[in-house]
């Protein structure tokens, strides 16, 4: 069993910064790829990028330059920096641990256990 829980949600004006955590309980998170996923009101919950165990990573074309995901495996936590924000980035950010990897697969069925979630939201 692996529980996570995501922190650093906020308000921040377009073009700001928030970096989210996401915090895993368990001895074997160095092996789960994570990803992070988002839900705007109204839309489906969609990938935002993924990080495998080797560290390697894949990101969503909307957020391709903007977002970094890194991961502390000393410290079971994976982080989501959020740079020049926009607008569109707000959305319920969930983060989630898959047993699969390294191919980091953006599809939530692949996904074995999700956080409650953050809200961020982004004013123009």
């Known amino acids: 069993q692996v529980q996570l829980v995501e922190s650093g949600g906020g308000l921040v004006q377009a073009g700001g910064s928030l970096r989210l955590s996401c915090a895993a309980s368990g001895r074997t998170f160095k092996g789960y790829t994570m990803g992070w996923f988002r839900q705007a009101p109204g839309k489906e919950r969609e990938f935002v990028g993924g990080?495998?165990?080797?560290?390697?990573?894949t990101y969503a074309d909307s957020v391709k330059g903007r977002f970094t995901i890194s991961r502390d495996n000393g410290k079971n936590t994976v982080y989501l920096q959020m740079n020049s924000l926009k607008p569109e980035d707000t959305a319920v950010y969930y983060c989630?641990?898959?047993?699969?990897?390294?191919?980091?697969?953006?599809?939530?069925?692949?996904?074995?256990?999700w956080g409650q979630g953050t809200q961020v939201t982004v004013s123009s």
């Open positions: 989630a641990a898959s047993k699969y990897g390294p191919t980091i697969r953006p599809r939530q069925s692949e996904y074995d256990y």
């Open positions: 990080i495998n165990w080797i560290g390697g990573n």
